[in-house]
């Protein structure tokens, strides 16, 4: 029967460290909402599983073996999940800023291309006055 609420009490202490441990990533900006959130709803489950009487149930039959190999297999699954999101959380917003940078080089490089379009129209002005004003001097484009 020790077992059983050591299972219990461990689901809702786990429960507990997750939810926290989701909202800390998340402020801290290391994890995304949608991974934050998914991990909130699981930390929910498991403090539901574990201080409902009838989904918990199954803990009166395994044995303290059992219950311990479960809550490290459990704990070690868990960690490995938090480690994975936390990691494609931080691919996904590194992707995001190298969205924003290359947005801003393709604006900065279409002002660039305007400013030398115009430079290039200016000088074909002068060269159309020069031309004019000369009279005799010959068109090297032309040629």
Known sequence: METAYLVKYGMIVVGIVIILAGFWFHSIKKMTVNFSVVWEFLGVILIIIGTVPVLSAWTRLISAGTGFALFCLGTICL??????????????????????????????????????????????REDLSGEERTGNEENPVCN
């Open 79 to 124: 960690m490995g999940g938090f480690q994975f999101s936390l990691l494609v959380s931080q691919l996904t917003m590194k992707n995001q800023e190298l969205a924003i940078q290359v947005s801003l080089l393709n604006q900065e490089n279409e002002r660039i291309l305007f400013e030398l379009e115009e430079i290039h129209k200016r000088k074909d």
